[in-house]
DNA sequence: ACACGTTACGGCAACCGTAAGGATT
DNA sequence: AATCCTTACGGTTGCCGTAACGTGT
């Protein structure tokens, strides 16, 4: 067993290659970063960095070994905000995050004292990260129900069909579902957002022409139809913006429009209230239309 | 900053309901494991165990906190075991570890000193073992491409028709693949092997009657077969013992029968040669027509 | 000579186990 | 009084920083 400061002097010194800097860095002497890197390397029997008078560099064990220091410092740290209540760290889908979060991020700053932290990335690193404890508290369109995690639907976001300004679809005010069958559709790579509801809402019939991701594949597949390259189906929040300016033209869907579920999902954490729990109430409460948890 | 050793002593108080059988568990003396606490509850600034002459028992907070303990000790164990080169803990969704993997195992175990633990789990738990190295490889029918991981397609599964022994296809070598739209399948719930199986070569046109799971969805859809409740899909070597004692008629599927891709998956790590990699590497050469990494 | 990391060493505090001390039943 | 956990205490060891020491450029 072993000392987590210990595997801290070993990540201070992945990041600054070198001794010295370590040791500016972790408050330590210098030879004391030496003695806990010797006692790391006694403990798992190997050699982690190069030592190097020219900048020391990680041996292929060292760099093996990275992750692994990194969940260990991380979840000390993460174990530690459960109870001093100041900080969470949100994991947000690229959609979620960039469109629809924000303004409940803003009103959750002015009432709480929670020192907010936003990450964005797609589905499976934001699950990914959710396990490894970078995050407390995930905001998703997607989630498979493992265990160990409390997933609550948030709230249901319309879909909407774009259209380009010269479409003969623009300016309806509707459409009709079975118009959606045999379109071609824009974005609908696999692993993306709007890849999985064109997968959902369409199926296989759907034929969709791939788009070659940007930052945040709805970005891409907003200039791609304000391109003329085609539609596509996405949350009605994404679009707002460029709706209301009329660089793109959002038509509802008619006949039970689609919505997809957005998931509120933190770790199980029985009876303690953590702060991850308190924002989760926060959001719940924000919205009058919140279900139970599946 | 805290000694892991800590954190493990409040595992084996979580796990054992006293100090006194902790200490023994642990080897160290009583008054030890009261310090070791002590020390803890004084980092995290929380209390973690009512303490209580009959038992004691774990606060919300302990409670809150295990995850996280538990994470801490194994992350530290599976990284030794990087080094020690004794030690490989495999995960693997259902069908594959009960029905594929097995042979190989045995093989890996007259060829290699390692200590091997198999671990079956459905496919999003098995991730998330993965995720929180808990394992050091998986096997499973299906990944999503996250960061930080190798996967490589092992091998690919031809799937079968299973149909009971006095169903009108009984007997037949092999059957169209268009006959199979608009059937039903048995054993289609979302998240299992079976289900995701049906979802892709079916698509949503294939109305499925939902089975309720027993242990393995696998086994309960061979019995539902065979109570002749319907007809099902599954991967040729689950069928294989079945089939050869005639319990159940299996039946490959013509013009292009699909395949299913099987994943081998472990962690990126670098130049340095871990024993997750040898086993990886064991299982591709075990096989001729294995295909690089997606 | 200069910058790097290592070794040597002295002192302080951490940390163990043993033994004695409450508290609850 | 029988268990439980906590506190007290002494000896050992761990672990820090300072200072002196190789080593490569």
Redesign the interface.
Known sequence: ?????RV?TFLALAASGGFREAAKRTGLSQPTVTQHLKWLEQ????TLIDRNNAGSTL???G???L???E??VR??D???A???KNSIVIGASSNIGIYLLQPYLKRYKEVSAHKLELIIDD???I??KL???EIDVAIMEWW?????FAATVWLQEELVVIVPNDHPWAGMRGIPRKWLKGQDFLGGEA?TGTGRLLQEFL???ADTIGVSMQFGSTEAVKNAVRAGLGISLVMATAIEHESRNGELCAIPIEEMPPRKDIYVIR?E????K?PALEFTNFLLHQNSQHFSAV
């Open positions: 067993m072993i000392h987590l400061e801290a403990a798992l029997n190997v041996t292929p064990e760099r093996a070994f992750p692994y220091a969940n260990l979840t000390y993460r174990a530690r459960l109870f001093e589905n499976p690193a699950a990914g396990e490894r404890f498979d129900h493992r265990p160990g692993g199926g296989k019939d770790r954490c029985g009876t303690h953590t």
